[in-house]
């Protein structure tokens, strides 16, 4: 009887179970239909769910940051379809007035509609963010360094108040028990966040790019890295396109295009069609630095040595890297007439002297005097100099092992 009971009891549950079973599978069919057939309006919402940034507290800001690295909305992708056929990437702090100088550049250059502009933000803040939420006349990605002392500020890689004062020596530091009291760097100072996070961003911004960013998967050309406070002239593109034509033609072994140097604009006229081989040095080509996917992967082979090397400035740990690490040192195609103009009268080292206002009127006048002599009809390699190793005394500023090891993960955890 017993047995009975409990056959019927197993029965009547197996029933039930799937009637809920069908009714939960029907549902869910309603519900996929449901969302197929409003696809359309939810598509209309989604840059506005996306490009909410949401500033206030940190933990908003960091996983503002995390979603937006995660979903990388393209902005004007509707109006712009297709491949990009130039890439600029820009890495970003917290200098809004010559980033708006920057933007107003790139509205100007010719062709820009062709462009695809990466803004890389190290400082989170709702100025800078409409400034680039206006742009509208070419495709944009905003990403966002996720170390950024911004979004530590009491905690490495922010600075931790138990880290060690930047000069005191080892061994007061070994008595107070500071943090990192056994990793000052070369020259005896222990590190400064402010001073080691813009060699954090932009090795992070380099891996981020071609690693990660999916609107480049497949994109075959080059990059360009450029700073807040630069400004570019209009003729950017079409001299760019000759420029790695030129490469092609006349310099294979070439493995940077620089489009700026820091000579200013005294003798365009003379120099707007010419270019020169040589090296690269951090002094000369570290503005508008042309890559490609190919050289990005000969710079991650040395990701130990980059991240380790005593020198809190990336393009002088670049330059030690070219002759070491990568055995044949880096050659570069580099223009005599920049391309590029250096707005920034203030920056990692001098924050209270920025006239912005002053800079807007240098471009402008400098605009004025190379007007004529823009877009050239053909460029030349005037000038070969040597392809050697240039060593320099590093500057320190990088010697805490807790740089090295973050920095060594970018490639890993990004």
């Not at 000069?167 to 056994?182: P, Q, Y």
Request: with cysteine; net charge neutral.
């Amino acid at each position: 009887m017993r047995f009975r009971l409990l056959k019927k009891n197993v029965f009547v549950f197996v029933v039930v179970k799937l009637i809920v079973l069908i009714f939960l599978y029907t549902k869910l069919g309603v519900s996929n239909e449901n969302n197929a057939a409003e696809s359309g309006s939810h598509e209309s919402t989604q840059a506005l769910v996306i490009n909410k940034f949401q500033y206030g507290t940190i933990f908003n800001m960091k996983a503002s940051v995390y979603d937006s690295n995660y979903r990388q909305f393209i902005q004007n992708a509707d109006k712009f379809p297709g491949e990009p056929q130039l890439v600029i990437v820009v890495q970003v702090h917290n200098r809004p007035a010559y980033l708006k100088m920057l933007v107003q550049s790139l509205e100007k250059a010719v062709n820009v509609n062709h462009f695809l502009v990466i803004f890389s933000h190290d400082y989170f803040s709702e100025e800078i963010a409409d400034i680039v939420k206006g742009i509208t006349f070419c495709k944009v990605l905003q990403i966002y360094f996720p170390y950024s002392t911004q979004l530590y500020p009491n905690e490495f890689p922010g600075q931790d108040p138990k880290d060690c004062p930047r000069d005191i020596s080892k061994d007061n530091a070994l008595k107070t028990g500071c943090l990192n009291a056994e990793h000052p760097d070369s020259y005896g100072h222990y590190r400064e966040a402010s001073i080691t996070q813009t060699k954090h961003h932009w090795w992070w911004k380099l891996h981020f790019v071609f690693e990660r960013v999916r609107a480049l998967q497949g994109y075959s050309g080059f990059a360009i890295f450029m700073e807040e406070d630069n400004y570019v002239l209009p003729d950017l593109y079409r001299f760019f396109k000759a420029m790695s034509e030129l490469k092609r033609t006349a310099c294979e072994d070439c493995d940077i295009l620089a489009i700026g140097n820091h000579d200013g604009v005294s003798r365009f006229s003379e120099l707007t069609d010419k270019t020169e081989t040589g090296g690269w040095m951090s002094t000369k080509h570290n503005l508008g630095m042309g890559i490609t996917r190919e050289v990005y992967y000969k710079l991650m082979g040395c990701n130990n040595e980059f991240c380790t090397y005593d020198d809190y400035n990336w393009d002088w740990t670049l330059q030690n890297l070219s002759g070491t690490c990568i055995s044949k040192p880096l050659k570069v195609l580099a223009a005599k007439g920049t391309r590029i103009l250096h707005t920034g009268d203030c920056g990692l080292h001098q924050k209270d002297a920025c006239r912005p206002e002053m800079a807007q009127q240098k471009v402008e006048e400098a605009l004025k005097q190379v007007q004529s002599s823009l877009f050239p009809q053909a460029l030349s390699v005037t000038t070969q100099r040597p392809v050697e190793h240039k060593p320099h005394m590093k500057n320190g500023g990088w010697g805490d092992v807790r740089d090295h090891v973050l920095c060594k993960n970018y490639a890993k955890r990004l």
